[in-house]
């Protein structure tokens, strides 16, 4: 198995960051990566967010790529929302994980 470096980027003053973690250590639990371990990088400045490529918070980086894709504007400290069959929400579902996980590792 190759290394993975998973990270979750997040703005201290939105609040599903904890969650975001939880869920994307239960993502690579399912898909049979315990192995890797998720860090969380806090996003500070406007900088440092157009710098990393910070998408809003939370956003999931795996290899240093946005595992949802580049966001339509980077560089500012807000909050970041995604689309789920139940309407938006400031965490992705655990199903939408593991599917970009999958699509990402090939597993």
């Not at 998973?6 to 703005?11: D, E, T």
């Amino acid at each position: 198995m190759s290394a993975m470096q998973v990270s979750v980027l997040y703005f201290a003053d939105c609040p599903n960051w904890a969650d975001a973690g939880r869920r994307m250590r239960m993502a690579l639990d399912t898909i049979g990566r315990d192995d890797v371990t998720v860090h969380f990088h806090a996003v500070e400045t406007a900088e440092e967010a157009a710098e990393v490529g910070f998408g809003g918070s939370p956003t999931f980086m795996v290899d240093d790529v946005d595992l949802f894709g580049p966001p339509a504007s980077t560089g500012s400290l807000t909050c970041r929302i995604y689309p789920t069959e139940n309407g938006l929400s400031g965490v992705p579902t655990l199903a939408a994980l593991v599917a970009r996980l999958t699509e990402r590792t090939g597993r």
